[in-house]
């Protein structure tokens, strides 16, 4: 189950992205902003941040314009890894190396196209569970 949110910047995005989520068969919640008003993006990263570490949600997918404020404010929250990603090499890494819950995009930054090949990439990668790469990531939490 799959937690998504945005603020004003990241909404046309979020459109798309949950579009895509619904033909790639995916269950996910809308945690807002629903429209295009202005709004505070560290509302929607604490909210989509809290969904993912109450165990609800496995993932979560955040937008915002550059990416950057919504992710920052949805890693204050205890055990989010949230990863700003601009392309898919990023994206694979840091499921494979980071563990990352959420992931973050810039819809000034990014075009439909690649964020969601970017989702897709999110989505499909496992962490690798690699020794060396589980005591970073409990270094981060400690
Ligand atoms: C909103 O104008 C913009 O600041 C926000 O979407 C985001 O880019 C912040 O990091």
């Known amino acids: 189950m799959i937690a998504i949110g945005c603020d004003h ?19 996910f919640y809308d945690f807002g902003t629903y429209t295009e008003e202005s709004c505070d ?8 941040a809290h969904a993912v570490t109450s165990g609800e949600y496995d993932r979560g997918i955040l937008i915002c314009g550059t990416g950057i404020g919504i992710s ?16 898919c090499f990023s994206a694979e890494a840091t499921r494979l190396h980071n563990d990352a819950n959420i992931l973050a995009l810039g819809a000034r930054v990014v075009g439909p196209g690649l964020a969601l090949k970017i989702v897709d990439t999110f ?4 962490f690798s569970n690699d020794e060396r790469h589980l005591r970073r990531i409990g270094k981060i939490e400690s």
């Open 123 to 126: 989505l499909d990668t496992p």
């Open 72 to 87: 920052i404010a949805a890693n204050k929250v205890q055990g989010i890894r949230a990863a700003v990603c601009g392309d």
């Open 9 to 27: 910047g990241g909404f046309q995005l979020k459109q798309e992205i949950m579009q895509h989520l619904e033909a790639r068969g995916e269950r």
């Open 41 to 48: 993006y560290p509302d929607y990263g604490k909210a989509v």
